[in-house]
């Protein structure tokens, strides 16, 4: 079986898939820390080997793009323990709190990048939550794509 880190079919145009389109050639998973480079954001909380940071390339209407990421490599859902939830839990807690994230969603995508649509095969936890109109109080749509 052939393992690929990044899957440049699932990275969005623009300066994030020339960078996903990078890390490729290297072939290095750009969420392990040896390679954490590609990132341009600080971490802003540590907890039990993960930790929390904005994602550099947020989708579009999206007031908060966090990511939450495991120190560890790790692509199965099977891989993730009790601790890891709690971790990711712990930091999402403290996103809401630091960040007053009123509402959103909270997403992870697991497995075959194929199937998932992610960029990166290394499992990461999403804090997503949409601007808002200040006027009418409605939010705009964040589409958050799974396969394609
Ligand atoms: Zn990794």
Not at 27 to 54: M, S
Not at 71 to 83: P, R, V
Request: with cysteine.
């Amino acid at each position: 079986m052939t393992k690929e880190v990044v899957n440049i079919r699932n990275a969005r145009k623009g300066q994030y898939r020339k960078v996903i389109e990078q890390i490729h050639l290297t072939d290095k998973c750009p969420f392990c820390r040896e390679n954490f480079k590609y990132h341009k954001k600080p971490i802003l909380k540590r907890y039990h080997g993960w930790f929390l940071t904005k994602n550099s390339w947020p989708y579009k209407n999206a007031l908060h793009h966090l990511i939450i990421i495991g120190e560890k490599h790790k692509e199965n859902f099977s891989e993730l323990t009790q601790k890891d939830f709690e971790a990711a839990a712990y930091l999402t807690r403290w996103a809401i709190k630091h960040f007053q994230i009123k509402g959103g969603a909270f997403a992870v995508r697991f497995g075959d990048t194929n199937f998932t649509g992610a960029s990166v095969a290394h499992i990461h936890f999403q804090i997503i939550s949409p601007k808002q109109n200040k006027k009418t109080k409605h939010s705009k749509t964040v589409t958050f794509p799974i396969g394609g």
